[in-house]
């Protein structure tokens, strides 16, 4: 199983109406099956996260954050890892916003482990 406690991730590809960027920050942290994490930076001036760590090192979670224009938005992330050769983790993420304008608009993101 996968181990996400005190991994960094980075966005290397987003499409959809998403507010991450190549600048934002994630800082994942994990106790036993539990998810939790941080992330800033590009459009984003502060989120977290909160969700469940798979078996099979799938994520299902919750985020919420707010833009540097004073948004606040939240929704859903189901992430997919994918080892690489040099062991760092590949995240494919399908999300939907679940507040605001956005509501119901879904996207995909690739990060990756920094």
Known sequence: MIHYGE???????TEGD????GDTVFRYDQRDQILIGTYSGGDVEY?????RVE????????YHHMTKS???RSGRCESRPE?????????HER??????SGKGRRGTSVL???
């Open 7 to 13: 991994r960094l991730f980075r966005a290397v590809r």
């Open 18 to 21: 998403g507010d991450v960027g």
């Open 47 to 51: 989120g977290s996260l909160l969700g």
């Open 55 to 62: 078996a099979d090192g799938c994520l299902d979670f919750l």
């Open 70 to 72: 004073g948004a606040l």
């Open 83 to 91: 080892v690489l050769p040099s062991g760092r983790i590949r995240l």
């Open 95 to 100: 999300w939907e916003w679940t507040t605001g």
């Open 112 to 114: 990756e482990e920094v």
